[in-house]
């Protein structure tokens, strides 16, 4: 009789057991569709209050593909970035053939960098290691799949009932904090994305600075594979 | 420094973004202003000196104010474009004033599908991967090594674009091909007249590896073919290399007696590269570059001799014949950048040291391989302030006679450049 129990318990604990890809598939899809178009401006706030701003056009497909094309301000207008997978490319119109960059540089100066503007899915590039629960949220703990991501390991904070992220701290492997990712402001943008409109940024690595990503638009939406290649880059611009 | 001064604690500010300013508009105007001092070190005993002021000689230095201003616009409508770029140089030296006006762009484009472009008019193409030498750029003008993000004058030509994207290993192909025209007026400076040439590039994105073959062929020029590559070996390090072949080149070099010797044959020129970044954010990017079609060190001592014995002539004589010769090779292959075969180019770039944000210190040392002689160039740019950039560089040239960079003009330049985008 007791072997018996002991066999129900253990065969009905997995359905209670969390599921983290799970979740963080969720908290993706209700952040973005898997290919859509977005405009996004950039803020970056030095400590004395002097502010850059810059305004952004992306367009995304599926896990591994990614574009951004610069509007303002005038000195970086029809700057371009893309991302196929590992590959990640620059152009910039007066040098006019793309060079390649790496995630962790920054095309805009301040705290975000080329990882944060071209950003996949998480679960393209990360495994979720453990989650927790707690009253209202969840937190997971991701470990990137390869060295070639950004960052090694994220602690993320999701809202249980709305699986959004609420706060992301991008760590080393040595869990070092780089810089933490608030997500605020959910919006209703339409189309069934409902998701938050700001992400704000700080780091310890620059203490007084803070970064800020504001969603204007963000609209489902397919793309052939061939906008995500060199050639098209000076393209971008024709897909508004 | 203001920008050390903690932020003060407060209310949370509410941040804005008006959907206005995502409004696409079917025409766009902007551009760019550019003022550049430049104080200019003299060499009285370099060759160039020699050249350049036999019969107006200056002081120790050079002043130059230069001024540039270049407009754009594009519009758009369906799947056709036009977009126009000027470029107007402005400058007042020992020579006096002077203005040149051009269209550096001026082209239409008809995009019936996503995966095919049409484009005619005058257009940059800007083939390669090196950062300060592309010698498989067959179709465009060659750009100053000591400043390569400078926009160009491009050329009038025909041009298709077909790309396709696959799953694999082979993940993107394209293909470009260039009408170029070479006719009294269209093109005329490039080669031959008279001639209709024809180019392409076949790129590849394969196995992550960026990979172009490119040819050009019509008469203009001799026939060339070349590759190109460009590759991560890791996230932060950056690997690409050019190479080119010409066939039947032909190159004119004076012999020791002065004498204008015609030598042909095929020439081979490469370029090979590297662009590593560090965790600090320290840029360095070094590259070698083989200029096949360049002068031996040789073929140099025998120019500088000439224009040695050019001036000696004209001091005693007042005759100027053989400066007015040696002017006009200058003005040909013997007075471009890099003129000779073999160069190392290294240069350090360093953002935000000291958490100064948008100021990038650089350092740039090129070195001809052959005698030794080299510039080294400081520079220090700041693009803090919306749309405005300043930039300040130093240039200091070190070579023995008959060197490469010993007998240049100068010995030292300096530059500011302050440039507005609007």
Known sequence: MLLTCLLIVSLACPAFALDGKMILEQVDRNLNPESYETYRKLINIEPDGRKKEFTLFSVKKGTDKVAALFLAPASDKGRSTLRVGDNMWLNIPNIGKPIRITSLQSVVGGVFNNADILQLDYTAEYDVEKVEEKADQYILYLKAKTKTVAYDRLKMWADKDKKLPTKIECLTEAKMLIKTLYFKDVKDFSGGIVRPAVIETDSPLYKGYKSIIILAKIKKKNFKDEVFTLTFMTNLESLR | MFWLIPKLAGAEESYTFDPAETEKKPYYVGGYLEFKPVLLGLDHDSAFYKLRFFNDPRGQNLLEANGRIQLEGSYENNIFRIYAKTNTDLKSSYSGESERSTFYELYGSVKPLTNLKFDVGKKTMKWGKGYAWNP??????????????????????????????????????????????????????????????????????????????????????????????????????????????????????????????????????????????????????????????????????????????????????GNATILNNALQMSEGSYGRANAMANYLYVRFSQKEPFDIVYFTPALTWMMNTDDQSWSLTPELLYTGITNWEFRIRTGIIVGARNSDFGEKQNDYRIELRVGYYF
């Open chain 2, 136 to 317: 498989v750029a067959f179709v465009d003008r060659p750009k100053d090594p000591d400043d390569p993000e400078q926009a160009l004058e491009g050329y009038i030509v025909a041009t298709a674009d077909y790309i396709k994207s696959m799953d694999g290993p082979l993940k993107t192909f394209s293909f470009t091909s260039v009408l170029f025209p070479v006719y009294d007026h269209v093109n005329e400076a490039f080669g031959n007249n008279y001639k209709l040439n024809a180019a392409g590039r076949f790129y590849f994105l394969l196995y992550d590896t960026d990979i172009d073959l490119l040819f050009m062929t019509g008469g203009s020029r001799t026939d060339r073919y070349g590759v190109d590559f460009s590759r991560n070996i890791s996230t932060n390090f950056e690997v690409h290399g050019e190479l080119a072949y010409v066939r039947n080149f032909q190159k004119s070099a004076l012999d020791v007696s002065g004498n204008r010797n015609m030598v042909e044959g095929d020439a081979v020129s490469y370029v090979i590269g590297m662009r590593h970044l560090t965790t600090f954010d320290l840029t360095t990017i070094i590259e070698y570059y083989h200029n096949g079609m360049g002068f031996s060190g040789d073929d140099m001592k025998n120019y500088y001799s000439y224009i040695a014995r050019g001036y000696n002539t004209y001091q005693t004589t």
